[in-house]
């Protein structure tokens, strides 16, 4: 990828399109509960061009994997015995079990077992997905899991396990696809699943689905068999009391989940109107071990000065199942704020159940951004501790 490339350039940021309306009613304890709230989808992140480069260094990284060059829980690659039974995987940051491995160890996360860190590459999409305001810096990523489909591969019906923090969200590649949310989702056979209240999402190559509320945590998702050859990154940040022993963030992301400017508070589920810039794509390619490129446009000045815009927020959800962690905290946290009085209003009770009003905000699409000295140390500065307090 050329040093040209606007990575993190205005213009990029204003391609994207967001979308946070998503609804589907259904009934949760006897009660109409939107299920997909917390739901994004961001488009056009990444273009053509970048797509390619970072397809190019997955599929760099599974040769590797399959030569023995990544550590021992990196790469995995099942036999493919039927339909949907094949998908490749590579972890970073984190080796995650689905079931209980062949050493006794329980599902969820091994934090004494041997995985590769973050790449460069992946750390650089981190870092966009941040300072572009897909996801918020309370939740910076630290880990991920590369899936890679060829024709017919599925993902089942599941709740993403709460050893992971939320929000958190998966990238697409190379080819769309259809994701379902539901409660009741069941599988009808092999790759092929439904529900009598199910709804499907497309997810274009180089769009971010967020997934946080009531789409992480009260429906299910699957990914039924893909029609083509595709690639998803998922990035989650993963509960404190679960991070693998030793692990040190990388370089790129230091810093970003430092304290944010205060908050623009923006009325919950709406959609951004798309907007009219577009940006060409560079030449070039980045392999799997080098990171992105970033010119002096995508980096300004160090004392430019930073505008007061955080990242949008999810609204409070309908409904909240229990245990969900620092998800709990964060959603309290943000309604507090939109519900709190002005010095000369009397405050008025809230009902626990409703979104607090929230101050319309201006588009994140289309506000540009400073960087200031504090978003960008020297690459060997310890990291600010924005880690908030896990849960066992």
Not at 62 to 85: I, V
Not at 211 to 218: E, R, T
Not at 295 to 320: C, H, I, K, N, Q
Request: proline letters at 11%; a positive charge.
């Amino acid at each position: 990828m050329s040093s040209s490339s606007p990575l993190l350039s205005d213009e990029g940021m204003n391609r994207v399109r967001r979308k946070k309306d998503f609804s589907h009613m259904d009934r949760v304890d006897g009660r109409p509960v939107n299920i997909l709230q917390g739901l994004e989808l961001h488009t056009a992140v990444f273009s053509p061009e970048e797509q390619r480069a970072i397809v190019a260094a997955v599929l760099d990284l599974q040769d590797r994997g399959r030569r023995g060059l990544l550590r021992e829980r990196t790469y995995s690659e099942p036999r493919k015995w039927m339909r949907g039974k094949g998908r490749a995987t590579i972890q970073f940051g984190c080796c995650y079990n689905y079931a209980t491995d062949r050493d006794g160890n329980p599902p969820g996360i091994v934090r004494d077992s041997a995985v590769d860190p973050l790449p460069p590459l992946l750390a650089a999409m981190v870092r966009r997905l941040v300072l572009w305001r897909v996801l918020p810096r309370a939740c910076v990523p630290d880990s991920c899991i590369v899936n890679i489909y060829d024709v017919d591969d599925c993902i089942p019906p599941h709740v993403d396990s709460h050893d992971f923090l939320r929000p958190f969200c998966t990238a697409s590649f190379l080819a769309h696809c259809d994701i379902l949310f539901g409660r009741s989702l069941k599988v009808l056979g092999p790759g092929e699943f439904g529900g009598a209240a199910s709804t499907a999402i497309n997810l274009p190559a180089g769009s971010v689905l967020v997934l946080a509320g009531n789409g992480a945590d009260v429906a299910k998702h699957c990914v039924p068999a893909v029609p083509a050859k595709r690639i998803s990154i998922t990035f989650r940040k993963m509960d404190a009391a679960k991070v693998p022993f030793g692990l040190t963030p990388h370089a790129l992301l230091h810093n970003l989940s430092a304290a944010a400017p205060p908050a623009v508070l923006r009325p919950a589920m709406t959609t951004t109107p798309p907007p009219q810039n577009t940006v060409g794509a560079a030449q070039g390619q980045s392999p799997s071990d080098v990171p992105f490129n970033l010119s002096t446009d995508e980096f300004p000045s160090l004392g430019a000065s930073p505008l007061a815009v955080r990242p949008a927020m999810a609204s409070t959800p309908l409904y909240r199942p229990l245990n969900t962690g620092a998800a709990d905290q964060y959603s309290q946290s943000a309604a507090a704020r939109a519900a709190t009085p002005m010095p000369h209003q009397a405050a008025t009770p809230q009902n626990k159940n409703r979104v607090a009003p929230a101050t319309p905000g201006k588009s994140p699409g289309g506000v540009p951004f400073g960087l200031s000295t504090d978003e960008f140390p020297a690459l060997g500065a310890l990291p600010a501790s924005g880690r908030r307090p896990g849960r066992r």
